[in-house]
């Protein structure tokens, strides 16, 4: 059984930081892809930033040079730094694990139960 949980999300003014981790546990594939998508009211979720078993990542434009992921493959903990957050970061952020990386949330397998970020101006 696949389990992802999050942790770290809170309330932070604009132009603050917050860390944001995902533990995985029951994962057996030897490839696989982690990544982060967020959900805002009324919206889409949409994919922020995802990282594959090489280590290589991708991001969205609206996070580029502000979030930063990474993963510690031996401890299973998916990590998504963000700096420099606005009002429009604030949404539910979900862990998501899969196959293969892309920024479309159907081709991931396994979800946490999210974590909410708020950012006030």
């Known amino acids: 059984q696949v389990q992802l949980v999050e942790s770290g999300g809170g309330s932070v003014q604009a132009g603050g930081s917050l860390r944001l981790s995902c533990v995985a546990s029951?994962?057996?594939?030897?490839?696989?892809?982690m990544a982060w998508f967020r959900q805002a009211p009324g919206k889409d979720r949409e994919g922020v930033a995802a990282?594959?078993?090489?280590?290589?990542?991708s991001y969205a434009d609206s996070v580029k040079g502000r979030f930063t992921i990474s993963i510690d493959n031996a401890r299973k903990i998916l990590t998504l730094q963000m700096d420099s957050l606005q009002p429009a970061d604030t949404a539910m952020y979900y862990c998501?694990?899969?196959?293969?990386?892309?920024?479309?949330?159907?081709?991931?397998?396994?979800w946490g139960q999210g974590t909410q970020v708020t950012v006030s101006s």
């Open positions: 998501a694990a899969g196959r293969a990386c892309s920024d479309y949330e159907g081709d991931y397998n396994y």
């Open positions: 029951g994962y057996t594939y030897s490839r696989v892809c």
């Open positions: 990282i594959d078993s090489d280590e290589n990542t």
